[in-house]
Protein backbone atom coordinates (compact mmCIF):
# COMPACT_ATOMS: atom_id res chain seq x y z
CA UNK A 1 0.00 0.00 0.00
CA UNK A 2 1.67 3.73 -0.78
CA UNK A 3 2.18 5.60 1.67
CA UNK A 4 -0.09 8.85 1.87
CA UNK A 5 1.09 11.89 1.62
CA UNK A 6 -0.39 14.81 3.58
CA UNK A 7 0.25 18.25 2.92
CA UNK A 8 0.97 21.07 5.50
CA UNK A 9 -2.00 23.36 5.84
CA UNK A 10 -2.32 26.46 3.23
CA UNK A 11 0.39 24.41 0.91
CA UNK A 12 -0.90 24.12 -2.53
CA UNK A 13 -2.19 20.85 -3.91
CA UNK A 14 -0.15 21.70 -7.85
CA UNK A 15 3.28 23.49 -7.89
CA UNK A 16 5.38 24.17 -11.03
CA UNK A 17 8.86 26.73 -10.85
CA UNK A 18 9.73 27.53 -14.33
CA UNK A 19 13.56 27.48 -14.57
CA UNK A 20 16.05 28.54 -17.24
CA UNK A 21 17.66 25.00 -18.58
CA UNK A 22 20.71 24.53 -19.04
CA UNK A 23 22.58 21.19 -20.53
CA UNK A 24 25.84 19.89 -19.03
CA UNK A 25 28.45 19.48 -21.27
CA UNK A 26 30.74 17.46 -19.65
CA UNK A 27 30.51 14.14 -17.58
CA UNK A 28 31.16 15.91 -14.20
CA UNK A 29 29.46 19.02 -14.16
CA UNK A 30 25.53 17.76 -13.57
CA UNK A 31 25.91 19.93 -10.26
CA UNK A 32 27.11 23.17 -11.88
CA UNK A 33 24.80 22.81 -14.15
CA UNK A 34 21.49 22.72 -11.69
CA UNK A 35 23.29 25.61 -9.88
CA UNK A 36 23.38 27.76 -13.13
CA UNK A 37 19.37 26.68 -13.61
CA UNK A 38 18.63 28.62 -10.07
CA UNK A 39 20.94 31.42 -10.45
CA UNK A 40 19.29 35.27 -11.22
CA UNK A 41 20.10 36.14 -14.83
CA UNK A 42 23.13 38.85 -13.99
CA UNK A 43 24.74 35.78 -11.37
CA UNK A 44 24.14 33.28 -14.49
CA UNK A 45 26.21 35.42 -16.92
CA UNK A 46 28.90 36.18 -14.51
CA UNK A 47 29.46 32.46 -13.57
CA UNK A 48 29.20 31.73 -17.14
CA UNK A 49 31.58 34.26 -18.04
CA UNK A 50 34.19 32.53 -15.69
CA UNK A 51 33.12 28.72 -16.03
CA UNK A 52 36.46 27.21 -16.42
CA UNK A 53 38.07 29.68 -13.84
CA UNK A 54 35.26 28.29 -11.24
CA UNK A 55 35.36 24.89 -12.40
CA UNK A 56 39.16 24.30 -11.85
CA UNK A 57 39.04 25.59 -8.09
CA UNK A 58 35.67 23.92 -7.29
CA UNK A 59 35.96 19.98 -8.72
CA UNK A 60 32.36 18.45 -8.43
CA UNK A 61 32.44 15.62 -5.60
CA UNK A 62 29.77 13.77 -3.76
CA UNK A 63 29.99 15.38 0.10
CA UNK A 64 28.63 14.72 3.34
CA UNK A 65 29.58 17.43 6.32
CA UNK A 66 32.89 16.51 4.99
CA UNK A 67 34.34 13.20 3.32
CA UNK A 68 32.25 10.03 4.00
CA UNK A 69 34.94 7.51 5.06
CA UNK A 70 32.63 4.71 4.07
CA UNK A 71 32.85 5.57 0.30
CA UNK A 72 36.92 5.02 -0.15
CA UNK A 73 35.74 1.12 -1.60
CA UNK A 74 33.02 2.60 -4.20
CA UNK A 75 34.66 2.50 -7.74
CA UNK A 76 32.02 5.68 -8.46
CA UNK A 77 34.17 8.02 -5.59
CA UNK A 78 37.80 6.48 -5.58
CA UNK A 79 39.25 8.55 -7.94
CA UNK A 80 38.25 11.68 -6.21
CA UNK A 81 38.11 11.00 -2.48
CA UNK A 82 41.58 11.22 -1.73
CA UNK A 83 42.21 14.30 -4.03
CA UNK A 84 39.37 16.43 -2.63
CA UNK A 85 39.49 15.28 0.58
CA UNK A 86 41.18 18.30 2.30
CA UNK A 87 39.11 20.80 0.31
CA UNK A 88 35.44 19.65 1.06
CA UNK A 89 36.38 19.66 4.67
CA UNK A 90 37.78 22.93 4.79
CA UNK A 91 34.40 24.63 2.90
CA UNK A 92 32.37 22.64 5.56
CA UNK A 93 34.51 24.46 7.93
CA UNK A 94 33.97 27.28 6.37
CA UNK A 95 30.49 27.76 5.33
CA UNK A 96 29.16 29.23 8.49
CA UNK A 97 31.19 32.65 7.93
CA UNK A 98 30.43 33.13 4.20
CA UNK A 99 26.75 32.58 5.15
CA UNK A 100 25.77 29.01 4.16
CA UNK A 101 23.95 26.87 6.57
CA UNK A 102 24.69 23.04 6.43
CA UNK A 103 22.95 20.63 8.49
CA UNK A 104 23.27 17.12 9.05
CA UNK A 105 19.77 15.42 8.86
CA UNK A 106 17.38 12.99 7.39
CA UNK A 107 14.34 14.78 5.40
CA UNK A 108 10.93 13.43 4.48
CA UNK A 109 9.10 13.95 1.27
CA UNK A 110 6.88 16.29 3.48
CA UNK A 111 9.99 18.55 3.98
CA UNK A 112 10.45 18.23 0.39
CA UNK A 113 7.45 19.32 -0.84
CA UNK A 114 6.71 22.10 1.67
CA UNK A 115 9.88 23.95 0.63
CA UNK A 116 8.72 24.04 -2.78
CA UNK A 117 6.66 27.33 -2.02
CA UNK A 118 9.94 28.67 -1.43
CA UNK A 119 12.10 27.61 -4.34
CA UNK A 120 13.83 24.83 -6.31
CA UNK A 121 15.40 22.10 -4.70
CA UNK A 122 18.95 20.32 -5.90
CA UNK A 123 19.21 17.21 -4.97
CA UNK A 124 21.38 14.20 -5.56
CA UNK A 125 20.37 10.95 -6.29
CA UNK A 126 21.11 7.18 -8.14
CA UNK A 127 20.80 8.20 -11.84
CA UNK A 128 20.07 4.48 -12.22
CA UNK A 129 16.40 4.73 -10.00
CA UNK A 130 15.94 7.74 -11.84
CA UNK A 131 13.12 7.92 -14.63
CA UNK A 132 10.23 9.98 -16.52
CA UNK A 133 7.21 9.72 -17.50
CA UNK A 134 6.89 12.24 -20.24
CA UNK A 135 10.39 11.12 -22.07
CA UNK A 136 10.38 7.35 -21.45
CA UNK A 137 13.58 7.93 -20.55
CA UNK A 138 13.95 5.09 -17.55
CA UNK A 139 17.31 4.78 -15.47
CA UNK A 140 20.31 5.23 -17.77
CA UNK A 141 19.02 6.39 -21.20
CA UNK A 142 21.55 7.34 -23.95
CA UNK A 143 22.09 10.76 -23.26
CA UNK A 144 22.31 10.50 -19.16
CA UNK A 145 25.34 8.24 -20.11
CA UNK A 146 27.09 11.18 -20.85
CA UNK A 147 26.95 12.19 -17.03
CA UNK A 148 28.50 8.33 -15.85
CA UNK A 149 31.97 7.46 -17.06
CA UNK A 150 31.75 3.63 -15.62
CA UNK A 151 29.25 1.36 -14.91
CA UNK A 152 28.56 0.98 -11.02
CA UNK A 153 25.55 0.28 -9.56
CA UNK A 154 25.52 4.21 -8.00
CA UNK A 155 25.89 6.94 -10.31
CA UNK A 156 25.84 10.47 -8.77
CA UNK A 157 23.34 12.89 -10.55
CA UNK A 158 22.63 15.39 -9.47
CA UNK A 159 18.78 16.88 -10.52
CA UNK A 160 16.65 19.87 -9.96
CA UNK A 161 12.86 19.56 -8.08
CA UNK A 162 10.86 22.10 -9.60
CA UNK A 163 7.06 20.98 -8.42
CA UNK A 164 4.86 18.43 -7.82
CA UNK A 165 1.70 17.74 -8.10
CA UNK A 166 -0.12 15.49 -5.17
CA UNK A 167 -3.52 14.26 -6.99
CA UNK A 168 -0.65 12.30 -9.30
CA UNK A 169 1.74 11.87 -6.77
CA UNK A 170 4.30 13.04 -9.38
CA UNK A 171 7.38 15.34 -8.54
CA UNK A 172 8.49 17.49 -11.93
CA UNK A 173 12.43 17.62 -11.85
CA UNK A 174 15.03 19.43 -14.89
CA UNK A 175 17.77 16.73 -15.66
CA UNK A 176 21.15 18.56 -17.05
CA UNK A 177 21.54 15.57 -18.93
CA UNK A 178 18.35 16.35 -21.19
CA UNK A 179 17.39 18.72 -23.74
CA UNK A 180 15.03 21.82 -21.95
CA UNK A 181 11.64 19.98 -21.07
CA UNK A 182 10.44 19.25 -17.65
CA UNK A 183 10.47 15.25 -16.41
CA UNK A 184 8.27 13.80 -14.00
CA UNK A 185 8.35 10.86 -11.81
CA UNK A 186 6.50 9.43 -8.84
CA UNK A 187 7.49 10.39 -5.51
CA UNK A 188 8.00 6.98 -4.43
CA UNK A 189 11.04 7.04 -7.23
CA UNK A 190 12.45 10.21 -5.95
CA UNK A 191 12.55 8.96 -2.80
CA UNK A 192 14.37 5.76 -3.60
CA UNK A 193 16.68 7.32 -5.79
CA UNK A 194 17.79 10.54 -3.31
CA UNK A 195 18.43 8.07 -0.01
CA UNK A 196 20.13 5.36 -2.06
CA UNK A 197 23.59 4.54 -0.96
CA UNK A 198 25.95 6.83 -1.95
CA UNK A 199 24.04 10.03 -1.64
CA UNK A 200 24.16 10.93 1.95
CA UNK A 201 21.01 12.40 1.11
CA UNK A 202 22.48 15.32 -0.14
CA UNK A 203 20.24 18.04 -0.49
CA UNK A 204 20.67 22.19 -1.09
CA UNK A 205 17.12 24.31 -0.78
CA UNK A 206 16.91 27.56 -2.67
CA UNK A 207 15.23 30.19 -1.86
CA UNK A 208 13.88 32.47 -4.75
Not at 17 to 31: A, E, F, P, V
Not at 79 to 101: Q, S, W
Not at 125 to 145: G, H, V
Not at 167 to 193: I, Q, W
Given at each position: ????I ?39 Q ?20 GV ?14 T ?6 N ?27 V??P ?7 R????D ?18 T?Y ?14 R???Y ?6 D ?27 S
Amino acid sequence: MRRRITLKPGQPEKIHIQLWHYKQKYNWDCGVSCVLMVLARKNRQEFLKNFTQICKSEDSIKVTLGVHEGYRGNTFYHNVLTKDENRVNARFRNAENVGIFVKKSSLSLIDILAHLVNGPIIVLTNARILSCDICKFNKISSELRKCIPWPTPYQGHYIIICGYDIHVRKVFYRNPSFGDHVCTMPLETLDHARKSYGTDEDIIFIFS
